[in-house]
């Protein structure tokens, strides 16, 4: 079964994602342990929960002492270390008693060496050059790769992991974030979500609303892949079945940015390429870290920049995501691989109450004022303008946290959100440092 017709309605721009590893939110790393703290996710604003793979982790090949949670030994299963499924029951009613909807990681291109599917399909994996189950990507050596698109593994490995997905739906998943989706067939992610989300062609709608997140790759490693005679499918093509892609084919050029390699323009004036290259309804999530990345306080400092950046991340065109510890300016390398707690004792207070309140102006921008415009001022100086039939709001971010003048060729007139007074300037100003937000 497949079809390539628009399912729901565009995803609202208030939509916001908030990541939790298990093993390292709190120190005792339980399902219990993070059930206590959704009380705080609730108070940041954010709308859902999204967990790093919560199966349990393959012995053969792992990394580290603990091993990482992308290579799952059986996904109907739950890791006994972060507690039993009753425990998973009670965290999702809690956070659905704060109005919390939670997601859970996908890992559909590859399982552990040990895994139960490939004791008893081995028929179903990719052969590597000795004749065993191999892998696309020699790095990840504590993996091997599902093959689907062999005689051997259709329809029986497509209906395994679909009916999979339909377990963890009935039992009060809401969402899925989907590892390397643009690894997997977009043919089987359009198949899943119809029998998912239970598509009816008599009404021209879903009967169960699901929220599907792509984890889309780098263009490089895309075409990396592409080049060495492996099929992987763009962002434009996963549209076709997610709601949400990540936003690595701008991030490619942000880390460019970053480096000091280009300017900020080659990361702004691809925003209005994505928006011309995706369907109307598509979304991306916006983010500056997550569980493969550089915390974004190790990145800018904890400073005005990071301020300035996290304002400018949470204003782009598209949904919010952030990951844990960020709203504490958290610095320290998250890894995957060991039991290594969140240092929330060494979190920034004061940063943590300006990220609550920050983001509150933000989902409220953008619940009010849909359309985006910007204008590069000045190197790393970056005015956006969000606009409604009734509202207009301007944000002056200075991403490098520049000293100095520059001149504005119109006047900026309004209420500082973030301070509440008011605010007027014109003609050769003083750069302000941060962020700067009117409501015009």
């Not at 859902?48 to 091993?67: A, C, D, E, Q």
């Not at 991306?284 to 400073?303: M, P, T, W």
């Not at 200075?398 to 007139?413: A, Q």
Request: net charge negative; with cysteine; proline share 5%.
């Amino acid at each position: 079964m497949s079809y390539s017709v628009r399912m729901s309605k565009a995803v609202p721009e208030t939509t916001s994602i908030y990541q939790i590893f298990i093993r390292n939110y709190t120190p005792e790393g339980t399902f219990a342990a993070a059930t206590k703290k959704l009380s705080e996710v609730k108070q940041l604003g954010f709308s859902w929960v999204y967990l790093t793979p919560i199966h349990p982790i393959g012995r053969v090949n792992r990394k580290g002492s603990k091993g990482s949670p992308y290579a799952i030994a059986d996904y109907r299963k739950v890791d006994s270390e972060l507690g039993t499924l009753e425990d998973l029951k009670q965290f999702i009613t809690e956070a659905q008693r704060f109005n919390l909807k939670v997601m859970i990681d996908v890992v559909y291109n590859h399982t552990s060496p040990d895994s139960r599917l490939a004791q008893e399909h081995p028929e179903w994996f990719l052969t590597g050059p000795s004749g065993k189950p191999g892998r696309k990507c020699n790095d990840w050596s504590d993996v091997i790769d599902l093959d689907y698109l062999s005689e051997s593994s259709r329809p029986q490995l497509w209906d395994e992991l679909i009916e999979t997905l339909v377990y963890w739906r009935e039992l009060g998943i809401e969402g899925f974030r989907c590892d390397v989706a643009s690894l997997v067939p977009r043919e089987f992610w359009i198949e899943a979500r119809s029998r998912v989300n239970l598509w009816d062609p008599a009404i021209g709608d879903e009967k169960r609303p699901t929220l599907w997140l792509a984890e889309s790759v780098h263009p490089s490693f895309l075409l990396y892949l592409r080049d060495r005679g492996f099929p992987a499918w763009s962002e434009a093509e996963l549209h076709d079945a997610f709601d949400l892609t990540y936003d690595y084919d701008g991030w490619q050029r942000l880390e460019q940015v970053w480096a000091g390699k280009r300017p900020l323009s080659y990361y702004l004036d691809y925003l209005e390429v994505q928006r011309a290259l995706y369907p109307a309804w598509a979304g991306k999530i916006r983010y500056l870290e997550n569980h493969d990345q550089r915390r974004a306080a190790y990145r800018f400092g904890k400073g005005k920049r990071l301020e300035a950046w996290t304002a400018f991340y949470q204003l782009l065109p598209g949904c919010t995501f952030a990951y844990m510890g960020q709203e504490y300016a958290i610095d320290e390398y998250p890894t995957l691989f060991e039991k290594n707690p969140v240092p929330w004792e060494q979190g920034d207070r004061l940063f943590k109450a300006f990220f609550t309140t920050l983001f509150s102006i933000t989902q409220t921008i953008k619940a009010q004022a849909p359309r985006f415009s910007y204008k590069e001022l000045a190197e790393g100086v970056v005015l956006i303008e969000r606009s409604g039939e009734k509202v207009r709001y301007q944000a002056l971010c200075n991403l490098d946290d520049r000293s100095g003048f520059i001149e504005l060729d119109t006047t900026l007139e309004g209420t500082n959100m973030l301070t509440g007074e008011a605010i007027s300037l014109s003609g050769r100003v003083e750069l302000p440092k941060g962020v700067l937000i009117l409501k015009v």
